[in-house]
C-alpha cells in the first residue's frame, strides 16, 4: 500500500490534500489542544496563526484526541524520532534534574527533589542548631 | 476567401521557413515558458522572484535559507532519478527517502503539545525552513530545541500541494 493512501484517507474524514493536511495537523497537535499563556505565545509563537488551527480543528479535521502516528504518512518519521527522544531523554548533569522533568517515568525526577529538598531542611535544621548551641554557651558565658 | 487566402499563406510561409530561423526562436520561448512555469509550481527555488523589503531585496516565496545547491550536489543527490514530484517534495522539505511505507507505528500522541514540550527538557521554536518541520535543532547544546513551521510557511507550502501532484504520489 502505498504510503499515501494509508491511514490518513481512511480514518479521516478530511478532503484536503495529504500534504498540507498533515502540516496542519501537526500544528494542532501542539497548539490545538493546549496553548502556553497568551505572553509566551504573542512573544515567542506570534507566527503561528491559532484562528487557522482553531478553524481546522473544528470544521475540517475529525477528533484531534484520535490521531495516530499512521495519519502522518509524510511526517511520521519525524514524529517517531520526537517520540523517540522524548521516551528516551534522561538527565546527564544535577542541575538538569532539578529544573527539567522528564517526559516519561518522572518519579525518580521528583525522588531527586524531595531527596534535594529534604536535606536541604536537614541542613538548616542542623545550622539552626548549632547556631543554638553557640548562642546558648555564649549566653551562659555572660 | 481573403482570410482562407491568409491562412495559407502563412501555413506555406511556416512550412517553408521552419528550418530556417523558425523552430529554433520557437524552441526556446517553449523552453523558456516551461521552465519558467516549473520554477513557480516549486516555488522558485531560483529565487528569481524579489520583493523590495527595508534594506534589501526579499524573495518572494522563499524566506527560508534553504541549501538546494547543496542538496544537488552530485555526492549529496538522491540516487533515485529526478523527477518533477521528487522535486516539489523537496521543495516542500521532504527527502525521498523519508516515506518509507510501513506498517502502523504505534505511539502515543497525547502528550505532543506545546504546553508539555515546554515543561520538560525540550524547548520550542518557529522555523521558516520546511526541511526543519518537527526536527531538533542540536546547534544549541543545552537544551534540544525542536522547530515547528510557522503559519506564513505553511500557508506558502500550500501552493505546492494545492498543484495536485504530491497526491497518492510514492517518491
Known amino acids: 500500500m502505498s504510503p499515501f493512501n494509508g491511514g490518513a484517507n481512511q480514518n479521516r474524514h478530511l478532503e484536503l490534500p495529504t500534504f498540507l493536511d498533515e502540516l496542519l495537523l501537526s500544528h494542532s497537535l501542539f497548539f490545538g489542544r493546549s496553548t502556553p499563556s497568551d505572553n509566551v505565545m504573542k512573544s515567542k509563537y506570534g507566527g503561528i496563526d491559532l484562528k487557522i488551527i482553531k478553524d481546522y480543528s473544528e470544521n475540517w479535521s475529525s477528533s484531534i484526541s484520535a490521531v495516530h502516528i499512521s495519519d502522518f504518512p509524510i511526517y511520521g518519521t519525524r514524529l517517531q524520532l520526537i517520540q ?24 525518580p525526577v521528583y525522588a531527586f527533589r524531595f531527596a534535594i529538598l529534604f536535606g536541604l531542611v536537614s541542613l538548616a535544621g542542623l545550622g539552626c542548631g548549632i547556631y543554638g548551641a553557640v548562642k546558648g554557651s555564649s549566653g551562659g558565658h555572660n | 476567401v481573403l482570410i482562407a487566402h491568409v491562412e495559407l499563406v502563412d501555413e ?27 520554477n513557480l509550481l516549486l516555488l522558485d527555488p531560483k529565487k528569481d522572484l524579489k520583493l523590495r523589503g ?87 547544546f543545552k537544551r534540544p530545541t525542536l522547530l515547528i513551521l510557522d503559519s506564513r510557511t505553511i500557508s506558502m507550502l500550500a501552493i505546492l500541494d494545492l498543484t495536485g501532484f504530491m497526491e497518492y504520489v510514492a517518491l
Open chain 1, 84 to 107: 523517540q527522544r522524548m521516551t528516551d531523554w534522561r538527565p546527564l548533569r544535577a542541575y538538569h534534574a532539578i529544573w527539567y522533568r522528564p517526559y516519561r517515568d518522572s518519579m
Open chain 2, 54 to 140: 527595508n534594506s534589501d531585496k526579499v524573495p518572494y516565496f522563499r524566506a527560508w535559507g534553504d541549501e538546494q545547491k547543496f542538496r544537488e550536489q552530485s555526492l549529496m543527490r538522491s540516487a533515485l532519478p529526478p523527477t518533477f514530484r521528487g522535486d516539489l517534495f523537496v521543495s516542500a522539505g521532504i527527502k525521498p527517502g523519508e516515506i518509507i511505507s510501513k506498517e502502523a507505528v504505534r505511539a502515543n500522541l497525547a502528550d505532543f503539545r506545546a504546553k508539555v514540550i515546554l515543561n520538560g527538557a525540550f524547548k520550542m521554536e518557529l522555523t521558516s525552513d520546511p526541511s526543519l518541520h518537527l526536527r531538533f535543532d542540536e546547534t544549541k
Open chain 2, 12 to 38: 506555406n510561409w511556416v512550412t517553408q521557413n521552419w528550418d530556417n530561423g523558425y523552430s529554433e526562436p520557437l524552441s526556446q520561448q517553449i523552453c523558456c515558458i516551461f521552465w519558467t512555469v516549473r
